[in-house]
């Protein structure tokens, strides 16, 4: 029995709001998660040091404490822990940093419960979905190497640099259609990332985000080229 508590995949709840955060806990605690909560960033860091969670609910209005440089904080641990970002309703502003500091989603308040549970749901299958490399464990991506099996990016000096689920899906569709024109709405739509049809400049934020990442120079992409009209490509290096 105790083996399968562990086994039972860790959500945390970053909530301020007492009566909330309690709402939120025995909802997802119902849904078979193990749940944790806390009221502050600073609560969160002490629990992550214990232990990493699969997912973490984040709510951006933390009190004396700003929402994204602890969403940021947390993709610099993990390339993989999934981050849900719980915004003001509607605050677009929110939404675009939100993507800069690696969230995988986000969910407006007020919200349904059941709204939520499907996000939850859809990150975490997401991020532990098989990695098929059907081409090849590693693949070149401009100046970097992304390591399939690992998730991550490497440098020529071995130095890795993490993912976040979303990053890594794209360029994992990127690395399985190379020299193929690949259109944004198909992009959104393999992705699976159902805020982003929403706001219409998600992907092309992601695409700015991946380009620094590998590009040797990301004002003149080489390796994720725009194709006007239809969406992006993926150039793998000649030499």
């Known amino acids: 029995m105790g083996e ?10 970053v909530e301020d709001e007492a009566a909330q955060r309690q709402l939120l806990l025995d909802y997802l605690g119902r849904q078979g998660f193990r749940v944790s909560g806390c009221e ?13 969670p699969s997912l973490v609910l984040l709510d951006v209005g933390l009190p004396g404490e700003d929402g994204f440089a602890v969403a940021r904080w947390l993709r610099e641990k993990s ?9 003001a309703a509607g605050d677009t502003v929110d939404r675009v940093v939100g993507l800069e500091t690696g969230a995988d989603d986000y969910i407006p308040k007020p919200f349904d419960p059941r709204e939520l549970l499907a996000r939850v749901k859809s990150v975490l299958r997401r991020a532990q979905g098989s990695v098929t490399p059907t081409a090849g464990p590693r693949v070149r991506m401009g100046r970097r190497v992304l390591d399939l099996e690992k998730r991550v990016l490497v440098d020529g000096d071995g130095t890795e640099e993490t993912l976040s689920a979303s990053e890594f899906d794209l360029l994992k569709v990127f690395a399985e259609n190379p020299n193929r024109p690949l259109a944004r709405d198909w992009l959104l739509e393999t992705i699976g990332h159902r ?3 929403v706001f219409d400049r998600a992907m092309d934020l992601r695409i700015t985000r991946i380009r ?3 590009e040797k120079d990301p004002a003149h992409p080489e390796a994720i080229r725009t194709v006007r009209g239809v969406g992006y490509m993926f150039v793998p290096p000649k030499d």
């Open 4 to 13: 399968r508590v562990e086994k039972r995949q860790h959500i945390v709840v």
């Open 40 to 52: 502050s960033g600073a609560a969160l860091r002490r629990m992550v040091d214990r232990e990493m």
């Open 79 to 87: 390339g993989r822990v999934c981050i849900i970002m719980v915004t």
């Open 195 to 197: 805020e982003m049809e």
């Open 212 to 214: 620094r990442k590998i």
